[in-house]
């Protein structure tokens, strides 16, 4: 048996291999002919085959460690569960060792998996969340001068009276210096890292080498749609222009859409004139990381305010624009001061929106099953959690199990009448919870990612980028987010019944409704006040 296995072990190794160097030359001419330079492009090429050959032994170490160290245990056993654990371990870290020595969209797809809460196994998580946001290359002054000349034709200190050649942030595809324009403007300048258009197209084939041929040996392992996302959204996220026209859009709709909040929410303005595709010169912002919570109370802001906020600003996007920014981590929103004050006199926050390079637009008939489904969600509904699960591409024999991706909560919270029931407490007991659904129902949970449309997989990893920001602001998830999400949910759902009513009985059943969903987040309010009664009284 044990021969047997070698055997198997070293075809499967020859096989990764071969099919590594067949597509070292069908990448490398894909990365020429998508060159904007070719001349350059051929000198870059000399990197590709290293990068391809890289790509090709981590992915046959990866499986050739799963099938050799999971083969002959049996299945449930406590044995099979902690080896699992320690080859997920071992190939999550050979996994981030490959994203850092290559680097561009090999980081943006680190990112994307450390976002990925219980839909990826919790060591890939953990592994790439703690080293992928704070770890990124920096591209030397003389990189960024040669982006400079190729986009506007001069080196930083011509374009600017003052250009710090230091950046004061790194990123998977650009990185932020701070200038002063020749009028005496404070800006921030992101200037992309030298070469990321030139490489993408030999990397996205590279990356595929990983992701199908893990697929092809696991077929329970089916991240292609992480792949085909990436595919789809790195050309508009490589253009800055793009990202400039975004937050302006952005902007627009708070402005005519949710103009009840549209002065707490905010994006640096652009300087066209000094922006290109590269090149991306904006409004410097002041102001404390939403998860620096000391920072927002030196600003005299309460944390528990900015996560309402932070809450309101995200449903009014996903539920009422359909035009949402999908890369909320920590490091892109920005807390200070709004100039206003609520009853305490405290300062009321303003919400400042970076990075918009990453935006998914929602259909009406997408949006409209979203926003239901949410609402049915914080309403504890199971048989609209059921219909609009199914509408949204989970079928009738996965709807528990998306619900309970969405929420971070067992079934049987889901469906709990309690108005705090998708309340999570962030208790050891609750990780454990959700972890053994991770891994129990591991299989589903690739072919729930499967089947639903790519634009609600956007959607999850949102999800799981502002429940890390609340977690992070009050240490869990609060009643009042969720009371927010209801409220906001419920809203787009009846503006859009009552954008498609035809007659007087159904303008009354709309009215009804409306009339419901108010009375019950009333009695939702009620319980969140009694609730916070009772804990300031244990105090």
């Known amino acids: 048996m044990v021969r047997a296995s070698s055997m198997a072990a070293r075809a499967l190794r020859t096989k990764l291999l071969l099919v590594g160097s067949a597509l070292c030359g069908g990448s490398g001419a894909a990365f020429i002919a998508s060159s904007e330079d070719p001349s350059r492009s051929l000198k870059l090429c000399t990197n ?21 160290s999971l083969s002959g245990l049996a299945e449930g056993s406590s044995e099979k569960a902690k080896v699992k654990h320690e080859v997920h371990l071992r190939s999550a870290q050979k996994l981030q060792e490959l994203c850092f020595k290559n680097g561009g969209i090999y980081i943006k797809l680190g990112q994307h998996i450390g976002q990925l809460d219980y839909l990826v196994p919790e060591e890939y998580v953990h592994t790439m969340r703690d080293s992928m946001l704070n770890k990124c290359p920096v591209s030397s002054y003389e990189q960024v001068c040669e982006v400079f000349k190729k986009e506007v034709g001069e ?9 710090d050649p230091v950046p004061i942030a790194s990123a998977s595809l650009a990185q932020v210096h701070v200038a002063r324009t020749h009028g ?44 085909d996302e990436m595919s789809e959204s790195l050309p508009k996220e490589l253009d800055f222009l793009v990202e400039a026209k975004n937050s302006e859009k952005c902007l627009d709709n708070f402005r005519k859409m949710s103009p009840h909040i549209a002065e707490y929410v905010y994006a640096p303005a652009v ?27 030196k600003l005299g802001i309460q944390p528990y305010e900015v996560s309402k906020l932070v809450s309101q600003t995200f449903a009014e996007m996903m539920f009422k624009h359909g035009f949402v920014h999908c890369d909320p981590h920590a490091a892109n929103l920005i807390v200070r001061p709004s100039g206003k004050r609520n009853i305490y006199g405290k300062q009321k926050p303003q ?21 239901s489904l949410w609402k049915a969600l914080v309403f504890s509904d199971a048989n609209a959690i059921k219909q609009h699960s199914a509408k949204l591409g989970a079928g009738d024999d996965l709807y528990v199990l998306f619900a309970g991706i969405l929420t971070m909560r067992p079934w049987k919270q889901v469906i ?11 208790t050891t007991e609750d990780r454990s919870e959700l972890q053994m659904y991770a891994s129990q129902y591991f299989p589903q949970i690739s072919e729930l990612l499967r089947r639903l449309p790519r634009v609600i997989l956007l959607m999850l990893k949102t999800n799981d980028c502002l429940r ?20 906001v949910s419920s809203e787009a759902v009846l503006e859009a019944k009552w954008s498609q009513k035809k007659s007087l009985v159904q303008w009354l059943k709309v009215w009804l409704e409306g009339f419901s969903v108010e009375a019950r987040l009333w009695v939702m309010q009620f319980a969140l006040w009694v609730l916070q009664v009772r804990k300031a009284l244990t105090l």
């Open 48 to 68: 590709i085959p290293v990068r391809l050959f890289r790509n090709t032994l981590t992915a046959a170490s990866i499986a050739f460690d799963y099938e050799y």
């Open 351 to 371: 919400l400042v929106l970076l990075d918009h390079g990453l935006y998914k637009e929602l259909d009406f008939n997408t949006r409209f099953n979203y926003a």
């Open 468 to 487: 890390s920001v609340n977690n992070e602001l009050v240490k869990g998830s609060s009643l009042e987010s969720f009371l927010i999400v209801g409220k």
């Open 155 to 163: 080196t930083p200190d011509k374009v600017f009276a003052e250009f």
């Open 416 to 426: 709990n009448t309690s108005a705090d029931h998708l309340v999570i407490k962030g």
């Open 271 to 297: 300087y066209w004139n000094l922006s290109s595709s590269k090149l991306l010169t904006m409004e410097f912002m002041d102001g404390a990381q939403v998860n620096d919570v000391a920072k927002i109370k």
């Open 184 to 227: 005496g403007e404070k800006v921030a300048v992101k200037v992309q890292h030298a070469h990321m258009t030139d490489t993408a197209a030999a990397d996205t084939a590279a990356v595929g080498v990983i992701v199908n041929t893990l697929h092809r040996i696991f077929p329970s392992f089916d991240y292609r749609w992480l792949l």
